[in-house]
C-alpha cells in the first residue's frame, strides 16, 4: 500500500512538474502540496531521489525540491540520514544537470548557490556532516569519479572551480552567524 501511495504521489509530482511555467505556478504547489501529503507514510529515500531527478527539468521544480527538503528536516531525526542523502544527489544533480545547461544555472544561479546553501547549513547542525559535504564539493573539482567525468568533460575547469567556489562562498554567509563556522573549513 505504501509502495502504491509513494508510486501516486510521484506521478503527481511529475505531471505537476512537467506543467509548470514559473515558480509561482498553481501547478508547482498542488504537484509539491500532493507529495507533502504522503511523506509521513510513504516518503522513502527512492521517492526522494526520484523527485530530485525531476527537479533537473527547470528552476520551479527545483524549488519544489528544495521545499521538500525542508519539509523533511521538520519531520524528526528519523528522517535525517534520508535527507543527507538527497542532499549529496541535490549536489549532484545541480552539478550534472545545471551546470551543464550553462544559461539556465546562470540565470537561476543566485538562488541555487543559496538554496544549496541553506540545507547544508541544517544537515551540517544535525549531522555534524561538515567534511563529507565539504569534500564532496571539493572533489567537483579535484577528483571526479568516473561518472562525473563523463558528465563533465566538456565543463571546464575554470567554470567548475567558479561553481564550487560559489557554493562555498554562501555557505561561509549562512554559516558567519554561527561560532561553530569555522570548522566547516
Not at 102 to 109: A, D, G, I, R
Not at 145 to 152: A, D, G, I, K, L
Amino acid at each position: 500500500v505504501m509502495a502504491g501511495m509513494a508510486a501516486t504521489a510521484v506521478e503527481q509530482f511529475e505531471k505537476a512538474c512537467c506543467s509548470c511555467l514559473s515558480p509561482l505556478s498553481a501547478e508547482r504547489e498542488k504537484g509539491l502540496l500532493y507529495l507533502q501529503q504522503y511523506r509521513s507514510a510513504s516518503l522513502t529515500e527512492g521517492v526522494l531521489w526520484d523527485v530530485l531527478e525531476y527537479s533537473g527539468l527547470e528552476y520551479a521544480t527545483f524549488e519544489a525540491s528544495r521545499g521538500i527538503c525542508q519539509s523533511i528536516l521538520r519531520t524528526g531525526s528519523e528522517k535525517q540520514e534520508i535527507l543527507a542523502a538527497t542532499l549529496e544527489k541535490l549536489l549532484s544533480l545541480t552539478f550534472s544537470r545545471f551546470v551543464v545547461n550553462k544559461p539556465l544555472f546562470e540565470s537561476t544561479q543566485n538562488t541555487i548557490f543559496k538554496s544549496i546553501a541553506i540545507i547544508i547549513k541544517k544537515v551540517w547542525l544535525a549531522q555534524d556532516r561538515a567534511s563529507l559535504l565539504a569534500q564532496y564539493v571539493y572533489s567537483f573539482i579535484e577528483t571526479p569519479s568516473e561518472h562525473q567525468r563523463t558528465n563533465y568533460n566538456h565543463v571546464s575547469v575554470e567554470y567548475r572551480q567558479w561553481v564550487a567556489f560559489n557554493i562555498l562562498q554562501n555557505i561561509l554567509i549562512e554559516f558567519s552567524c554561527n561560532s561553530r563556522a569555522s570548522e566547516f573549513f
